[in-house]
């Protein structure tokens, strides 16, 4: 009969699992939510996995320590340790200038787990954004101004790139605006918009 070694867990320990997972990685109450939740049921199944384990008590002690997890969110939530709308600025900010559009960039924050109105707050609507995303997707992707050839597309590629565009969460208008640059335009924009949003 083999036995399996189980840590206790505590407040305390949770607690320690919250500030380094803070520290480490930041992000948002329900990231941090989720990470204590996966240490209780990673702790509660090893003790359940022992022979002759207390179902019951090992349950209860489960459910306890989830609402000790969901009280230390709250109240590192409270105190700035976690604060959502900070990531959601930062996060946003990173991923316009990797050429994220507005429609992704509220997706990815959604999936994070923030709300609605942090991340739109985060992401205001901004045409000048925007463009300077598609642009900065533009130029990750070697298309539109950016291409290795300076000749039109034939209408079956040019419809390829408008739905690269479209797939990245860009209107049709805004893709065929950038497909419309040339290639110093279309630096000089992107230039002028970083500087501007000082980055």
Not at 7 to 34: C, F, I, K, M, V
Not at 53 to 67: C, H, P, S, T, V
Not at 84 to 100: H, I, Y
Not at 142 to 151: V, Y
């Given at each position: 009969?083999?036995?399996?070694?189980?840590?206790?867990?505590?407040?305390?320990?949770?607690?320690?699992?919250?500030?380094?997972?803070?520290?480490?990685?930041?992000?948002?109450?329900?990231?941090?939510?989720?990470?204590?939740d996966r240490r209780i049921r990673r702790w509660a199944d090893a003790r359940l996995s022992v022979e002759n384990?207390?179902?019951?008590?090992?349950?209860?002690?489960?459910?306890?320590?989830?609402?000790q997890a969901a009280k230390l969110v709250a109240g590192l939530a409270a105190s700035g340790a976690v604060n959502?709308?900070?990531?959601?600025?930062?996060?946003?900010?990173?991923?316009?200038?990797?050429?994220?559009s507005r429609r992704a960039v509220l997706a990815h924050l959604a999936a994070k787990g923030v709300d609605a109105?942090?991340?739109?707050?985060?992401?205001?609507?901004?045409?000048?954004?925007?463009?300077?995303?598609?642009?900065?997707?533009?130029?990750?992707?070697?298309?539109?101004?950016?291409?290795?050839?300076?000749?039109?597309?034939?209408?079956?590629?040019?419809?390829?790139?408008?739905?690269?565009?479209?797939?990245?969460?860009?209107?049709?208008?805004?893709?065929?605006?950038?497909?419309?640059?040339?290639?110093?335009?279309?630096?000089?924009?992107?230039?002028?918009?970083?500087?501007?949003?000082?980055?």
């Open positions: 009969m083999t036995q399996v070694k189980t840590a206790n867990l505590d407040a305390a320990s949770l607690r320690e699992a919250a500030l380094a997972y803070t520290a480490r990685y930041g992000g948002t109450a329900a990231a941090l939510a989720r990470a204590l384990a207390d179902r019951e008590g090992i349950n209860a002690q489960a459910a306890i320590l989830r609402q959502d709308q900070a990531f959601a600025e930062g996060r946003a900010r990173r991923l316009r200038r990797a050429g994220r109105a942090q991340a739109g707050a985060a992401v205001p609507e901004d045409d000048a954004a925007e463009l300077a995303a598609a642009l900065a997707f533009a130029r990750r992707r070697r298309i539109g101004p950016f291409s290795a050839t300076d000749e039109d597309l034939p209408p079956d590629e040019q419809n390829r790139v408008l739905a690269a565009f479209g797939r990245a969460g860009f209107s049709g208008a805004t893709a065929r605006r950038i497909l419309s640059y040339e290639r110093d335009e279309a630096e000089d924009l992107l230039l002028a918009q970083r500087q501007a949003s000082g980055g």
